[in-house]
């Protein structure tokens, strides 16, 4: 691949949109979660996609690595529980920004649920 090829396609990339938002992984055998945000929600869904189809938790969060080696990998479920709406006129610390109020707000309807 020659470097203007190469220029071209990381361009591309980053022009893309990605998907952001605030996905937890739960546990259906004993309720227990991992609650978390990201800057690109399909990387964290791959990355779920390959810990099933390797059969291996190893890519799963510490917690539910645990989780699925005691009940079985195919107890662990991702949700993606809300999405950034992006603007074009976003830059990626407004998204992160945004990204840290949904989380905070996620955390705390979570944590009055369980009361």
Excluded: C
């Excluded at 991992?34 to 390959?50: E, H, P, T």
């Excluded at 950034?84 to 955390?107: A, F, P």
């Amino acid at each position: 691949m020659d470097r203007d090829t190469k220029k071209k396609m990381i361009n591309e990339y980053k022009q893309t949109k990605h998907r952001a938002g605030v996905y937890r992984f739960v546990s259906r055998e004993t309720g227990k979660y991992v609650l978390a945000a990201s800057m690109d929600l399909r990387g964290i869904q791959n990355k779920y996609q390959f810990a099933i189809k390797m059969k291996s938790p190893g890519a799963l969060p510490w917690i539910m690595a645990d989780e699925a080696s005691k009940y079985g990998l195919y107890t662990i479920e991702l949700e993606e529980l809300e999405l950034v709406d992006i603007k074009d006129e976003m830059t990626n610390d407004d998204i992160k920004e945004e990204l840290e109020v949904i989380l905070e707000l996620w955390q705390e309807k979570l944590a009055e649920s369980e009361e």
